[in-house]
């Protein structure tokens, strides 16, 4: 399950719904005024499986710097399963995740960077296509 959560909705998650946490795919982690201000909370995320997404836009700056920094800690820390774009539209947040793939390849290499946004997407919905 994919969940686009508000800071204050954290602290209950984190404080110990493994349970919970292994089908939780985080969205937009790196601009998660919590996750920014603290990128280490992430931590008890990854650990029980739950999967951290970041923005194409946070990994390459788009989003300001804290975001930026959150989004470079968690890809070094390799506790990123997914980048995905922001596409809530063509003009403000285009579905642009080319600059997001060479920012986070500056961190983890060509093969994650690309394996970040083809292949591991890939395997999460995969089941769901007859392909």
């Not at 201000?37 to 700056?61: E, M, N, W």
């Not at 300001?64 to 820390?77: P, T």
Request: hydrophobic content about 40%.
């Amino acid at each position: 399950m994919l969940v686009d959560m508000h800071s204050h909705l954290l602290q209950g998650l984190d404080d110990g719904a493994a349970g919970v946490q292994q089908s939780l795919q985080l969205a937009h982690s790196a601009y998660n005024n919590a996750l920014m201000r603290t990128p280490d909370r992430a931590k008890c995320f990854v650990s029980p499986g739950c999967a951290v997404q970041l923005t194409s836009g946070s990994v390459c700056g788009r989003f300001g710097e804290d975001a930026y920094a959150a989004a470079q800690e968690m890809l070094s820390r390799h506790w990123v399963a997914v980048t995905t774009s922001d596409a809530d539209n063509g003009s403000a947040r285009p579905p642009e995740l080319k600059p997001g793939r060479d920012a986070a390849a500056l961190v983890t290499g060509t093969d994650e960077a690309a394996a970040l946004i083809i292949d591991k997407p890939w395997s999460l919905v995969s089941g769901m296509f007859d392909v």
